[in-house]
């Protein structure tokens, strides 16, 4: 900035939220992978779906990168690992989701953790969003996971998700999941 004048913000809160970075980053590669690889496999509904998740990624990205910009301090892009291209079948995809979901989890949770023992209020009511919103990325992936697995992996099972999918709607997942995502 111009002025000169940076914020204070806590040295190992500013390296934890730069860290971050590379979890979010890396969900929406990999989600996008996920739908590149659902769309090849005939399940375009589930493969929008998983596109916007990849979509909605790159906004938490910028979520966090906006803070730190708005407060003058130092953003440290990550390098991204090259995506798996290629799943079992899509049980074994969402779990994948949700692993990551619950590595996301954790990790916003440490955040919180951080910006409350430095004081940093404004950091705490940027994070205060992503606590909301990991309840509901993970009650998602929970659902979709339960919805696939009675599904088994028949094709006419497969199409009733997809069909589900495509309206946006995952049953049995926290309500604010069934709304295209922010
Ligand atoms: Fe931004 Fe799905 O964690």
Redesign the pocket.
């Known amino acids: 900035m111009v002025s000169g004048f940076r914020q204070t913000m806590d040295t190992d809160l500013l390296a934890k939220l730069n860290d971050h970075l590379r979890?979010?980053f890396r969900?929406a590669h990999e989600y996008l992978a996920m739908s590149i690889w659902l769309s090849a496999h005939d399940l375009p509904g589930f493969s929008a779906w998983m596109r916007q998740?990849s979509t909605?990624?790159l906004g938490?990205a910028n979520r966090v990168i906006e803070h730190l910009v708005d407060r003058d301090q130092a953003v440290k892009l990550p390098a991204i690992p090259e995506p798996p291209t290629d799943w079992p079948d899509a049980v074994a995809l969402v779990a994948h989701v949700l692993r990551?979901?619950q590595e996301?989890t954790a990790s916003i949770t440490a955040l919180y953790e951080a910006a409350d023992g430095a004081g940093d209020r404004g950091a705490q009511i940027m994070l205060q969003w992503?606590v909301n919103?990991?309840m509901e990325?993970e009650s998602s992936a929970r659902a979709l996971l339960g919805r696939l697995k009675l599904a088994g992996s028949t094709g006419l099972g497969l199409l009733l998700v997809d069909q589900e999918l495509a309206a946006g709607k995952i049953p049995g997942a926290a309500s604010s999941s069934e709304r295209v995502p922010v």
Do not use: R
Request: glycine letters at 0%; hydrophobic letters at 30%; a negative charge.
């Open positions: 979890l979010e969900a998740q909605d990624e938490h990551n979901e996301v992503f919103e990991q990325e």
